[in-house]
C-alpha cells in the first residue's frame, strides 16, 4: 500500500488528501495548529477549511513532522508558495530517500522567480525525476462535495507521472491525466491567478462579460508567451492545466483571487481585503514575481502589469483600465 504524507491543512491539502484516502492509499496530513488537527482525528471534519464535509475515517492527521513522514512514498506538499522554503527546510531531514515530492501550489517564489517544482529541487537536494507538481481546474469545496473534476499530473518522468495518476485516480469524482511538462504546467497554475485578480477588479467595477472573456483570452496570450520564452509545450495551455485552470478560476465565486480582485474593484483598499480574506490568495503576492520573471526574459504582459500597479503600486482600477485600453493596436498573435 502507497503511504502519502500531505502537508498543509487548508481546503485544497485536505481535499486532495480526501482524495488519496478513498482512492485506497494510507494517508496522513501534517498540519502546525493541534486544534485542527484534533478535529480532523477526532470529528473526521475540517470544519476551519471545510465546513460540513465529512473526511474519510481511515485519513489522519498529525503534528509530528517525524510521524507524518515515516515511511512515506509520497510527500504532498499544500503550503501557500511564498512559506515553501522555509518549511521545507525544517522538514527536509525526515523526508525518506526514495519519497516522490508532490506540489500543489500555484506559485512563483518572491525573489528568485523560482516555480515551486525548482525550490522544491533546490532546498530538498532531489533530481526532477522525483517532483511531480498536480494542476487544474480544482476548485476544493467542489471537490470535496464529491463532485466530477479533473486535473493534469506532472513529471518529467512519465512512469512516476502514472505511478502518481494510479495513487489519485478514482473514479467517478477524480480524473487525472498525465504530462511531462512541468514547467508549462506550473506557469498555468501560477499565472492565472494573476489574472483572476484582473477579471474579479473587472466584475467588482460592473464590468460585464465582454470584459471578463476579454482579460482571460489575453490572459491566456500572455500565459502562453511566458510559457514559450521558458520552453513549455504550447499544447499545454490549451489543456486543464492551462485554460480550464484559468477559466475556473476567473468565473467562480469560490475563487480566491477572483474575490480578492471583486472586493478591489468594489473600492475596498488593500488592507480591507487582506483582512477580510482568511485563506491566501496567492496571486497577490505571485503577480510581482511573474512580472520579475516575464521582465528578466524579455515578455510582455500587460495584464500582469496593471494587476501589480493595482494591488502594490496604488494604482486605481480606472487607471488600470484605461491603460490596458489604450494600448496601441496590435496583431492577435504579437510576440509568440
Known amino acids: 500500500m502507497t503511504k502519502a504524507a500531505v502537508f498543509g491543512t487548508g481546503s485544497w491539502g485536505t481535499t486532495y488528501a480526501m482524495i488519496l484516502a478513498e482512492a485506497g492509499n494510507k494517508t496522513i496530513l501534517y498540519g502546525r495548529r493541534r486544534e485542527v488537527v484534533e478535529s480532523i482525528d477526532r470529528t473526521h471534519m475540517n470544519t476551519d477549511y471545510l465546513p460540513g464535509i465529512s473526511l474519510p475515517t481511515s485519513l489522519r492527521a498529525t503534528t509530528d513532522v517525524a510521524e507524518a513522514l515515516d515511511g ?14 522555509a518549511n521545507l527546510t525544517a522538514w527536509r531531514e525526515h523526508i525518506p530517500r526514495e ?122 496570450a500572455e500565459i502562453s508567451r511566458l510559457g514559450a520564452a521558458l520552453g513549455a509545450d504550447p499544447h499545454t495551455f490549451a489543456g486543464l492545466a492551462g485554460m480550464g485552470d484559468l477559466v475556473a478560476t476567473c468565473t467562480s465565486p469560490l475563487s480566491r483571487n477572483r474575490t480578492f480582485g471583486e472586493n478591489l474593484g468594489r473600492g475596498m483598499t488593500l488592507e480591507q481585503v487582506i483582512a477580510a480574506t482568511r485563506q491566501t490568495a496567492e496571486g497577490v503576492k505571485s503577480c510581482e514575481s511573474v512580472l520579475e520573471l516575464a521582465r528578466k526574459h524579455g515578455v510582455e504582459m ?27 493596436p496590435k496583431p492577435e498573435r504579437y510576440g509568440t
Open 99 to 220: 519519497a516522490i515530492l508532490v506540489s500543489l501550489m500555484k506559485g512563483i517564489e518572491l525573489g528568485t522567480t523560482k516555480r515551486m517544482s525548482e525550490v522544491i529541487r533546490e532546498v530538498a537536494g532531489v533530481p526532477q525525476e522525483r517532483v511531480a507538481v498536480v494542476s487544474g481546474p480544482n476548485l476544493a469545496k467542489e471537490i470535496a462535495q464529491r463532485q466530477p473534476a479533473a486535473s493534469v499530473v506532472a513529471c518529467t518522468d512519465e512512469g512516476v507521472a502514472a505511478r502518481l495518476q494510479e495513487a489519485c485516480h478514482l473514479p467517478p469524482w477524480f480524473r487525472p491525466y498525465t504530462n511531462t511538462d512541468v514547467v508549462g504546467v506550473e506557469l498555468g497554475g501560477a499565472v492565472k491567478n494573476v489574472i483572476a485578480l484582473a477579471v474579479g477588479v473587472a466584475h467588482g467595477m460592473g464590468m460585464g462579460e465582454n470584459v471578463g472573456a476579454m482579460l482571460m483570452t489575453r490572459g491566456l
Open 302 to 328: 500587460p495584464i500582469t502589469e496593471v494587476v501589480v500597479g493595482v494591488v502594490h503600486d496604488g494604482m486605481s482600477p480606472t487607471e488600470a483600465g484605461m491603460l490596458l485600453m489604450s494600448r496601441s
Open 72 to 85: 512515506a512514498d509520497l510527500v504532498v506538499l499544500a503550503v501557500p508558495s511564498q512559506t515553501l522554503r
